[in-house]
């Protein structure tokens, strides 16, 4: 972890002279798969996530904010991340459309720490808007947010 950290530290700093973009960054994710508990419990339904994402000209972005989760119990927490998106559009889906495909992954500091990788599609909707469509697995030391697949929707503006 503490390798990852710092190659994320480098290569901040390394473009900390580019020029970059920041936008806000609203995220809804539903369980597509949850599996229960010992205790019969069957955990998370959906995740709202509300940040701040910095994209840097080489098609990486960093990402943090809160999250809100509801499920059993209602929970919130910090989540940072970071995504890598494909320098050219993946595909257009009509004129003026294009979408990207992205990889990338994060951690939630809920009561368990998340630890999660992700990967999607962005679609630039207009101008100063893009979509995001994604699949999270998460992964925690924990069985309230371990093996937990979501899939979701967000909106960059």
């Known amino acids: 972890m503490k390798s990852l950290l710092l ?19 609203v ?11 010992p205790e019969g419990e069957t955990n998370v339904t959906s995740i709202i996530d509300a940040s701040m994402e ?11 904010g809160l999250s809100f989760v509801i499920g059993e119990t209602f929970e919130n927490a910090i989540s940072l991340g970071s995504r890598y998106y494909s320098s050219t559009p993946a595909l257009q889906i009509l ?12 951690i939630s500091f809920l009561d368990d ?21 994604f699949v999270k697995i998460l992964n925690s030391s924990g069985d309230t947010y371990d093996k937990h697949v979501m899939v979701g929707a967000g909106l960059t503006f």
């Open 7 to 25: 190659a994320a530290l480098v290569l901040v700093s390394a473009n900390a002279s580019a020029e970059g973009q920041i936008a806000s960054l």
């Open 27 to 37: 995220n809804f994710s539903s369980t597509a798969v949850r599996p229960t508990t």
């Open 54 to 64: 910095y994209t840097l000209p080489e098609n990486i972005s960093f990402y943090g």
């Open 95 to 106: 004129p003026g459309i294009p979408m990207w495909s992205f990889i990338g992954g994060g």
């Open 113 to 133: 720490t998340v630890y999660y990788p992700e990967a999607g599609f962005r679609i630039g909707i207009s101008d100063v808007s893009r979509l995001d469509i």
